[in-house]
């Protein structure tokens, strides 16, 4: 009959100190869906007993360790201030263990505490098992567990969990962040160090999509061709991710129970993006800005690219857009040098010579350099108009005011507006100086009226310079005899 009236708590039992007050004979026994097991030291032991800041509900500050399953589960005791039921039925009726415990921090790290104590690195012993259950008891229900009164074999085994748990709830010092890598093969390969010291007890879990070291609390990660462009890897805590239910057994008389299964581990997640330049280009008048001068039209423009004397690329300005050139490498491959593009100017648009102003400085060529901050980079490339002088002048040279011109396309036949809805002039002391004709192409200057007293001169054709010189056109007409 004295059997029947332990109280039984811890691991999943309570039992009052009167109820010990002599040993127990049974080191195990079952009750209806309950089975228990005891230590066989559990009578004379110190280390089985402990006491809580509150009583129980039959009065006793006092407990001892014994393991209980239920319906075949191992189970902990998630009630420490009620006895569990040996002598009667109770009833029992599964639930959620948040209907039991409101707090969803405190439910977190119970299972963590399940997790990483009783069974962790195969540690079934039942010193562990006795410490999970003190610690989920001071988890649920803070200061419940008067210390003091813990053996310090038993306090040995709950700082291991403890520990264990604090790792878990300190995340590395690179949690959520996104890594850039800079360009293909392991020659930009990407290390990153956990300054909190963590990482090493995170499980080196297999990613895909990336190609991932990990060495203690260092992780390095590259791309191969064909890897994916971004991602997110995630390793977890300690140990790997237990899809288990926790089964919560809950009763109006008696203890309730869980087998505090399924705490998922604290996972941290890494991001990674491969991180490619790109060059595009937007032509500007040198004087006017976007705005175009006289016959030029900033209209289109051909742009090779180099890297290191190797054409990469080209980059064409049309109705004003720009191409893109795409996926340039940012960084050398010790990833710290940046590349240096050099662009050069093969066609400029209509009605400009080539060649591109930097800071006012007209040059062949120039050279851009990405970085980190800025991998995008549209350049504002500047071109100046042609200009061609028109003289009108007599035999001897000096200007010869009267004569009645016209400018036609050499391969059309079309004439030349100058101005607006203006294709002839008048030459005057002054040449004309015409601005935008397209460099390379041939034109006909001709005179449709000589001036009094001279002869009509005959057309003369001619090509507009690549050159930032005003070019000069000179047509003579003698004096008639």
């Known amino acids: 009959m004295k059997l029947k009236k332990i109280i039984m708590c811890l691991g999943l039992c309570i039992f009052t100190f009167l109820s010990l007050a002599q040993p127990i004979q049974a080191k195990e026994g079952t009750h209806g869906n309950l089975h228990w097991e005891l230590p066989d030291d559990q009578a004379t032991n110190p280390k089985w007993t402990m006491q809580f800041t509150q009583p129980i509900n039959t009065g006793s500050y006092q407990t001892w360790y014994i393991r209980l399953y239920w319906k075949g589960h191992k189970v902990y005791c998630i009630q420490p201030l009620q006895e569990v039921d040996f002598t009667g039925n109770p009833v029992y009726s599964e639930t959620s263990l948040s209907a039991l415990v409101g707090n969803a ?99 080196d879990t297999t990613q895909t999509g990336i190609h991932t070291q990990k060495d203690g609390n260092k992780l390095t990660l590259w791309l191969e061709e064909g890897d994916a462009e971004q991602g997110t890897l995630s390793y977890p805590c300690l140990y790997a991710s237990n899809q288990e239910s926790n089964l919560v057994f809950y009763s109006s008389t008696s203890q309730n129970m869980a087998t505090m299964k399924g705490g998922q581990p604290k996972t941290t997640q890494v991001g990674y993006q491969l991180v490619r330049g790109s060059l595009s280009l937007k032509k500007l008048d040198v004087q006017t800005g976007e705005q175009a001068q006289g016959l030029a039209q900033l209209d289109q423009a051909i742009y090779d690219v180099y890297r290191n004397e190797t054409k990469v690329g080209s980059i064409t300005w049309k109705d004003g857009q720009s191409s893109t050139l795409e996926n340039l490498d940012i960084f050398e491959s010790d990833g710290i040098t940046p590349v240096t593009y050099t662009l050069k100017e093969v066609q400029a648009p209509t009605g400009y ?129």
């Open 353 to 481: 010579h080539t060649g591109i102003f930097v800071d006012g400085v007209l040059t062949n060529q120039i050279e851009v350099q990405m970085d980190s901050e800025h991998p995008d980079i549209v350049l504002e490339a500047s071109d100046e108009v042609t200009k061609v002088r028109f003289e009108k002048v007599d035999g001897v040279g000096k200007p010869l005011p009267g004569a009645t011109l016209t400018l036609m396309d050499n391969e059309t036949g079309e004439k030349i507006q100058i101005a607006e809805n203006q294709t002839q002039w008048i030459s005057e002391e002054n040449a004309l100086e015409v601005i935008g004709l397209q460099v390379g192409h041939s034109y006909i200057l001709q005179e449709i009226q000589a001036p009094e007293g001279y002869q009509l001169s005959k057309d003369v054709t001619f090509k507009v310079d690549d050159t930032k010189q005003v070019q000069t056109i000179r047509m003579v007409d003698e004096k008639e005899k």
């Open 105 to 203: 921090q405190r439910r977190q790290e119970a299972l963590w505490v399940s997790s990483l104590g009783y069974g962790y690195k195969g540690d079934t012993s039942q010193e562990m098992d006795w410490a999970t259950q003190l610690l989920i008891w001071d988890t649920l229900n803070p200061g419940i567990v008067n210390w003091n009164s813990v053996h310090s074999s038993i306090r040995a085994k709950v700082n291991q969990i403890r520990e264990r748990v604090a790792i878990m709830k300190k995340a590395p010092s690179f949690d959520n962040q996104v890594i850039p890598i800079y360009g293909y093969g392991k020659e930009y390969a990407v290390t990153i160090e956990d300054t909190n010291g963590v990482f090493s007890n995170y499980l």
